[in-house]
């Protein structure tokens, strides 16, 4: 039996002494319903129509043998978009008797104090080397309009981003706090760019300095942050690249060589990656002790 709302709709009016006709009704399960002596076909003429012998007695047969234990929170937990696995086991006895994503939010590092709060409740985001905190509750997370925020493509980067506190300070002005977020392993979900259209912050985007990494920014972040949003050009780029992968420019030039250029900052950027046939992955920044 596949459990739609339609279905429900049906099941509520049987229950509620009303006739269908017998058409509107297929499955195996209707003849095991009849055959169990919960629902009766009413000839009349050529048509067919099909009843609840008993209404009571109806609920209870799709409460023990189909854990339909209440046909109207049924009903609404299929029409729900994201229904508490709580509500799931309450209505059905299955907690995933509907999809439901348990994971929200995305991670964020820092390596300077950034104020924040969580529900209106005041946090400091500064991990510990080598850990992360991770927001849940995105949609109530906040942060100083001041602040700069750094999307990291690479969990390498994002991991190590005190060893490159050169390159950072090297792009904001002095005193100006970085906070920095990983779309992953969340990259399935839109939380970390809902997140970002929400705020007036400033975004910099920091990816490879190849034609793949761009095209990231051009089309997931600059069409939706505009101008507020820019992508990380260190000053050493073309030094940077000259020394870069060929093999990479080649394997992306097929898809991305002919992309349009939206952000017009970037132009020279793209202009030097073909000029050298080069790309270079963003790890080459992490500076280690």
Same mark, same amino acid.
């Given at each position: 039996?596949?459990?739609?709302?339609?279905?429900?709709?049906?099941?509520?009016?049987?229950?509620?002494? !009303?006739?269908?006709?017998?058409? &509107?009704?297929?499955?195996?399960?209707?003849?095991?319903? +009849?055959? *169990? #002596? @919960?629902? /009766?076909?009413?000839?009349?003429?050529?048509?067919?129509?099909?009843?609840?012998?008993?209404?009571?007695?109806?609920?209870?047969?799709?409460?023990?043998?189909?854990?339909?234990?209440?046909?109207?929170?049924?009903?609404?937990?299929?029409?729900?978009?994201?229904?508490?696995?709580?509500?799931?086991?309450?209505?059905?006895?299955?907690?995933?008797?509907?999809?439901?994503?348990?994971?929200?939010?995305?991670?964020?590092?820092?390596?300077?104090?950034?104020?924040?709060?969580?529900?209106?409740?005041?946090?400091?985001?500064?991990?510990?080397?080598?850990?992360?905190?991770?927001?849940?509750?995105?949609?109530?997370?906040?942060?100083?309009?001041?602040?700069?925020?750094?999307?990291?493509?690479?969990? !390498?980067?994002?991991?190590?981003? &005190?060893?490159?506190?050169?390159?950072?300070?090297?792009? +904001?002005? *002095? #005193? @100006?706090? /970085?906070?920095?977020?990983?779309?992953?392993?969340?990259?399935?979900?839109?939380?970390?760019?809902?997140?970002?259209?929400?705020?007036?912050?400033?975004?910099?985007?920091?990816?490879?300095?190849?034609?793949?990494?761009?095209?990231?920014?051009?089309?997931?972040?600059?069409?939706?942050?505009?101008?507020?949003?820019?992508?990380?050009?260190?000053?050493?780029?073309?030094?940077?690249?000259?020394?870069?992968?060929?093999?990479?420019?080649?394997?992306?030039?097929?898809?991305?060589?002919?992309?349009?250029?939206?952000?017009?900052?970037?132009?020279?950027?793209?202009?030097?990656?073909?000029?050298?046939?080069?790309?270079?992955?963003?790890?080459?920044?992490?500076?280690?002790?």
């Amino acid at each position: 039996m596949k459990k739609t709302v339609a279905l429900m709709d049906k099941f509520i009016c049987l229950a509620g002494g !009303e006739a269908l006709p017998a058409s &509107s009704l297929k499955g195996d399960w209707i003849e095991q319903m +009849v055959a *169990d #002596g @919960v629902l /009766l076909i009413v000839s009349n003429g050529s048509r067919k129509r099909v009843r609840a012998i008993d209404g009571q007695a109806f609920r209870e047969y799709l409460s023990n043998k189909y854990d339909i234990r209440n046909l109207e929170q049924y009903r609404e937990l299929l029409l729900s978009d994201n229904p508490d696995r709580s509500v799931q086991v309450a209505v059905t006895g299955n907690s995933k008797t509907k999809e439901k994503r348990t994971f929200f939010g995305f991670l964020v590092n820092s390596y300077q104090p950034i104020p924040a709060t969580v529900n209106g409740c005041p946090k400091t985001i500064l991990p510990l080397e080598g850990t992360f905190d991770f927001i849940y509750d995105y949609w109530n997370f906040a942060i100083p309009e001041d602040v700069v925020i750094v999307g990291i493509e690479n969990p !390498e980067n994002f991991r190590y981003v &005190s060893a490159q506190k050169k390159l950072f300070s090297s792009v +904001v002005p *002095d #005193g @100006v706090k /970085l906070l920095f977020v990983s779309r992953y392993p969340q990259e399935q979900s839109n939380d970390l760019f809902d997140w970002l259209q929400s705020i007036p912050n400033r975004y910099i985007h920091f990816g490879d300095l190849d034609l793949a990494g761009i095209h990231i920014y051009l089309t997931s972040f600059y069409p939706y942050l505009g101008e507020r949003a820019s992508f990380l050009i260190p000053a050493d780029y073309e030094y940077r690249i000259a020394l870069g992968s060929r093999e990479r420019y080649n394997d992306q030039l097929k898809r991305y060589g002919s992309m349009q250029v939206t952000d017009s900052r970037l132009k020279e950027l793209v202009a030097c990656i073909h000029q050298y046939h080069r790309g270079y992955d963003q790890e080459g920044y992490i500076e280690k002790e």
